[in-house]
């Protein structure tokens, strides 16, 4: 990989799209701000009902943006990894993709690093900006004496309150689960996003009978797995563990094989 290849991919994408990079940016921060607008909607009702800003402070419910926040982005992300190739909806937009002069690898890093590192970005910017937005708008119609930062605890979603290794493998499950958005994605360019969700929701229905099915099965024949399970929970860990791992690797790899692949024209993509 050479850096000045990787940059002209860079300003060449930024020059195209950049009204689509925009949307997105102002997409995910219209997400992330929800909260915030539904405090905005509490408190002018509550202070239209009850006449009273003390009464409507009282009740308001102004904590957990910290919490709600982060599950914005969360929501947001696998919705946004499903626009990782906009720019190859076209015969003709992707023949301008394949003629950069820059490697495969170059110009599928840069859409990995604007989808996932930019959204982040925007994640962190937005969240310390929403912040600052509750902070002032309960000030000034409450009392700045009320007034509180959002904790900052929740910004990389670790919570001191649960296991780190159930938080790490929720993370991993989380972007595995955004990992197939770009692989279907890199499938098919129109309408992926609908016909993901659509597979998730077939293959959750079929997860759960098969997952209800082995358990049984477990339960019956093998019912030392139940007793000792202090002593396998080590070997749920890894398994678990390994299977997102697995998932990831799948999923990226296989959508590099079709981007590489993206100039010609399938039945799902003319």
Same mark, same amino acid.
């Given at each position: 990989?050479?850096?000045?290849?990787?940059?002209?991919?860079?300003?060449?994408?930024?020059?195209?799209?950049?009204?689509?990079?925009?949307?997105?940016?102002?997409?995910?921060?219209?997400?992330?701000?929800?909260?915030?607008?539904?405090?905005?909607?509490?408190?002018?009702?509550?202070?239209?009902?009850?006449?009273?800003?003390? +009464?409507?402070?009282?009740?308001?419910?102004?904590?957990?943006?910290?919490?709600?926040?982060?599950?914005?982005?969360?929501?947001?992300?696998?919705?946004?990894?499903?626009? +990782?190739?906009?720019?190859?909806?076209?015969?003709?937009?992707?023949?301008?993709?394949?003629?950069?002069?820059?490697?495969?690898?170059?110009?599928?890093?840069?859409?990995?690093?604007?989808?996932?590192?930019?959204?982040?970005?925007?994640?962190?910017?937005?969240?310390?900006?929403?912040?600052?937005?509750?902070?002032?708008?309960?000030?000034?119609?409450?009392?700045?004496?009320?007034?509180?930062?959002?904790?900052?605890?929740?910004?990389?979603?670790?919570?001191?309150?649960?296991?780190?290794?159930?938080?790490?493998?929720?993370?991993?499950?989380?972007?595995?689960?955004?990992?197939?958005?770009?692989?279907?994605?890199?499938?098919?360019?129109?309408?992926?996003?609908?016909?993901?969700?659509?597979?998730?929701?077939?293959?959750?229905?079929?997860?759960?009978?098969?997952?209800?099915?082995?358990?049984?099965?477990?339960?019956?024949?093998?019912?030392?797995?139940?007793?000792?399970?202090?002593?396998?929970?080590?070997?749920?860990?890894?398994?678990?563990?390994?299977?997102?791992?697995?998932?990831?690797?799948?999923?990226?790899?296989?959508?590099?094989?079709?981007?590489?692949?993206?100039?010609?024209?399938?039945?799902?993509?003319?």
């Amino acid at each position: 990989m050479k850096l000045d290849r990787f940059m002209n991919v860079a300003r060449y994408n930024f020059a195209i799209n950049r009204a689509q990079y925009v949307k997105m940016a102002l997409a995910l921060f219209l997400i992330m701000s929800l909260p915030f607008l539904k405090l905005v909607m509490n408190t002018v009702w509550l202070i239209g009902a009850t006449q009273s800003t003390e +009464m409507a402070f009282a009740i308001s419910p102004l904590t957990g943006m910290n919490r709600y926040v982060p599950i914005c982005f969360v929501v947001a992300l696998p919705v946004l990894c499903g626009y +990782m190739f906009h720019n190859l909806l076209t015969k003709q937009s992707r023949i301008k993709e394949l003629t950069l002069p820059a490697t495969n690898g170059e110009k599928f890093l840069f859409h990995a690093l604007v989808t996932l590192g930019g959204s982040f970005l925007v994640y962190v910017v937005g969240y310390f900006l929403i912040d600052l937005l509750q902070f002032l708008y309960v000030g000034i119609i409450y009392d700045f004496a009320h007034a509180e930062w959002i904790p900052y605890n929740g910004i990389f979603f670790f919570d001191n309150s649960d296991s780190y290794w159930l938080q790490a493998i929720m993370l991993l499950a989380w972007f595995a689960f955004s990992s197939t958005f770009v692989l279907g994605n890199a499938l098919k360019y129109r309408h992926n996003v609908l016909w993901t969700g659509l597979f998730h929701v077939a293959f959750g229905f079929v997860s759960m009978l098969l997952f209800g099915i082995c358990t049984s099965i477990i339960v019956v024949h093998v019912p030392d797995w139940i007793t000792n399970f202090e002593v396998n929970k080590t070997v749920i860990k890894v398994g678990i563990t390994a299977f997102f791992l697995l998932i990831i690797a799948l999923c990226w790899w296989q959508s590099y094989r079709l981007y590489c692949r993206a100039q010609i024209t399938t039945l799902r993509n003319r």
